[in-house]
């Protein structure tokens, strides 16, 4: 067994390091949330309900095949996008010294080993992806990685109608991003319910593989709650419809055309379907996709322990120690290796070999389970945990929280809330500071910025180690620190007299 997992490991991080040199059309392997589920549901009955719903009974048959799959083969490709993006591509200002210069600049009179710049292009790439469209206003779901290092992002419906896309907010964690079209009454799909799924269901894998636009495959859910250890939230739908490279963010539907997963990622000794294609559920897409939306950042609800599926401690200490007897009164649930001092689990009284049985009366088996159980809640929300100590079952309120310890939500902020504006620094800056890149601050009022003790006109060069040449630089990095566990925007730049300074200024509230 553990040369096996040595093996689907290794073949996991190959692809993806595959798909990291040429985008989201190779991406194979994708990449750890809460009203409380009837609110949830009642939101997306409401904004995603379709009227003309098919029941199970309007589905037909055939002699030739077990379930006539023609109906929802049409809702899909119809609600399916095909994803393309540009990477690089820009003209950029790098800085060098040049070596001949450095040892003979002063034996020839002229320089000193200065630093000087140059214009380069950098290369640029095309790649491919799938998208569903979730709303009639042009709301669509994908990938992460699809989109993640994308300059520019076009969508194609299947009726060929092209669109521009804007990127509304991505989640690494889940690998799921939101993006918009300026679209009206467009085909939205209608959006199922993943819990419902069963093993051995019929299901169709809809997306645009290899650049064959609006491709459907058909298969059965081989499993469900997968954990694969591609991303920080996962408990992936498996199916053995084929799902190949372009078919990232496209959809997995059911037998009524339903969404049930966004495809995600391949198993694959090669690269390509060999078997079997992973999904992400929607019960996990719905908390994202109304998080960015109302929030511009997912609500991550934290328990505040470490553990892992029980079987697997089991299994591991009896290959440390051929003697051991496992006692627990079960083998399924997740075991407690931590509880995190001051947190939510903490708080409500579990301790270190506890073992997780349900959340809110869903059994949970596996650590995978137990993920996609707490997808569903944000910090503030409670839930009833049931576990086992010393064999005998007890249960307890747990009042989930946030990154920082606190009950609160936070919606991410704009970059003016720093209080200052941005902007990128002209030619004649760059030659009077001798500089390739950077952001000045302007209209510096009362803030983040001037309390962390930096001044008008200072010239931002690094952001958390991101290179500074646009206002856009400057949004990610921004970005990026307030879904941080630290919350910290560390800058490193210059004044306008050269002076080299650099600041840590804390995020979130004041």
Same mark, same amino acid.
């Given at each position: 067994m553990k040369q096996t997992k040595k093996r689907l490991y290794g073949t996991l991080a190959a692809i993806a390091f595959f798909s990291g040199v040429t985008g989201a059309f190779t991406f194979s392997v994708a990449r750890n949330i809460g009203a409380t589920r009837g609110a949830e549901n009642a939101v997306y009955e409401?904004?995603?309900?379709?009227?003309?719903?098919?029941?199970?009974?309007?589905?037909?048959?055939?002699?030739?095949?077990?379930v006539d799959l023609t109906v929802a083969a049409e809702?899909?490709?119809?609600?399916?996008?095909?994803?393309?993006?540009?990477?690089?591509?820009?003209?950029k200002t790098i800085e060098y010294r040049d070596p001949f210069e450095e040892f003979f600049g002063d034996f020839f009179g002229h320089g000193n080993g200065s630093t000087q710049r140059r214009q380069v292009q950098t290369p640029k790439q095309e790649a491919a992806g799938s998208g569903v469209i979730i709303s009639k206003d042009g709301y669509i779901v994908t990938n992460n990685h699809v989109v993640a290092s994308a300059n520019k992002v076009s969508v194609k419906l299947n009726d060929n109608r092209e669109y521009d896309a804007e990127i509304i907010?991505?989640?690494?964690?889940?690998? !799921?991003?939101?993006i918009k079209i300026d679209g009206n009454d467009l085909p939205a799909i209608t959006i199922g319910n993943s819990d419902d799924l069963k093993v051995g269901e019929w299901v169709l894998a809809v997306g645009n593989p290899f650049n064959l636009t609006s491709t459907?495959?058909?298969?059965?859910?081989?499993?469900?709650?997968?954990? !694969?250890?591609?991303?920080?939230?996962?408990?992936?739908?498996?199916t053995?419809?084929?799902?190949?490279?372009? /078919?990232?963010?496209?959809?997995?539907?059911?037998?009524?055309?339903?969404?049930?997963?966004? /495809?995600?990622?391949?198993?694959?000794?090669?690269?390509?379907?060999?078997?079997?294609?992973?999904?992400?559920?929607?019960?996990?897409? %719905?908390?994202?996709?109304?998080?960015? %939306?109302?929030?511009?950042?997912?609500?991550?609800?934290?328990?505040?322990?470490?553990?892992?599926?029980?079987i697997d401690y089991i299994d591991n200490k009896k290959r440390s120690d051929d003697k051991y007897k496992a006692d627990f009164g079960t083998n399924d649930g997740v075991y407690v290796a931590e509880v995190v001092e001051d947190g939510a689990a903490a708080e409500a009284g579990l301790k270190e070999g506890d073992v997780i049985i349900s959340v809110s009366g869903k059994k949970v088996t596996k650590m995978s389970e137990l993920q996609e159980a707490l997808s569903k809640y944000r910090p503030g929300d %409670?839930?009833?945990?049931v576990y086992l100590r010393d064999k005998k079952e007890k249960s307890t309120t747990i009042t989930f929280r946030n990154s920082k310890g606190t009950t609160k939500v936070s919606k991410a902020e704009k970059l003016s809330s720093l209080g200052a504006e941005f902007k990128e620094i002209t030619d004649n800056d760059k030659k009077a500071l001798n500089v390739a890149f950077g952001v000045k601050v302007t209209n510096l009022k009362a803030g983040k910025l001037k309390s962390a003790g930096i001044?008008?006109?200072?010239?931002i060069r690094k952001c958390n180690g991101l290179n500074i040449k646009t206002v856009k630089d400057m949004e990610k990095a921004f970005k990026a620190a307030q879904e941080s566990e630290e919350q910290t925007l560390y800058i490193w730049g210059q004044t306008p007299a050269g002076v080299q300074a650099s600041y840590a200024v804390q995020l979130g509230e004041d």
């Open positions: 409401t904004e995603y309900a379709d009227p003309n719903l098919m029941t199970v009974s309007n589905i037909k048959s055939t002699p030739s095949q077990p809702k899909g490709c119809a609600s399916v996008v095909y994803i393309k993006v540009i990477i690089g591509g820009e003209t907010g991505t989640d690494p964690s889940t690998d !799921l991003a939101l459907v495959t058909a298969g059965i859910v081989s499993a469900k709650g997968r954990g !694969l250890g591609a991303n920080g939230v996962e408990s992936f739908i498996q053995d419809a084929a799902i190949n490279k372009g /078919n990232s963010g496209g959809a997995l539907v059911n037998a009524r055309g339903e969404l049930v997963g966004i /495809n995600a990622m391949l198993y694959s000794e090669t690269g390509s379907y060999s078997g079997y294609g992973f999904a992400i559920p929607v019960s996990i897409m %719905k908390k994202v996709v109304t998080d960015i %939306k109302e929030y511009g950042t997912v609500q991550r609800a934290l328990l505040g322990i470490k553990g892992t599926t029980l %409670k839930a009833n945990v001044s008008n006109g200072f010239i």
